[in-house]
């Protein structure tokens, strides 16, 4: 321990003297173990927010009433979740076209098999949110819950919300249609 307190003195106060001197970038000096100086930009804050996905890509045999429902979805979701999720998702694709009626059933957990049998969608072979097309309706399950279902957009997933991540829910499948 008394090691590396040495060190740790050094290195506060290089960051104070870097602050001075640069006050937009702190920098933090160092010298390795040959005593050859280094230094590194501080990261001055921790923004979770920041850590970059990869967007997702628009698959050309996907039906484009998919690709307008998920802009109608985006438009009208809010900052916050009202538990109304596979209501809003089923009125943006009612309203872009991709299904010819309202879908009927309560639970955001059997959408999936309502689209399939009903409007066409076939299941995709994507087990990872993220690289879900754009425009295609993800769905997940819960035990003793209604589940959770949401659309994909080029930076995130919407529903009744906006989110970049997806659910933590276990995905029951990711459903579209050509």
Partial sequence: MSKITPLIAVSITSIFAATAVH?????????????????????????PDKIQHPLAKIDKSIDPKLLKAATIAQERARAHSRSRCWQYVKEALLASGAVSAYPGTAYAKEAGSE???KFGFKKLSVR????????SVLVYGANKAAGHVEIRTKDGFVSDFKSK????????GVYAKS
């Fill in 23 to 47: 006050a937009a970038t702190p920098i933090f000096t160092f010298k390795d173990k040959s005593g050859k100086s280094h230094s590194v930009d501080v990261i001055t804050k921790y923004r």
């Fill in 115 to 117: 689209l399939v049998n």
């Fill in 128 to 135: 990872d949110p993220y690289k879900a097309p754009v425009g």
């Fill in 165 to 172: 991540i997806p659910s933590p829910r276990p995905l029951i």
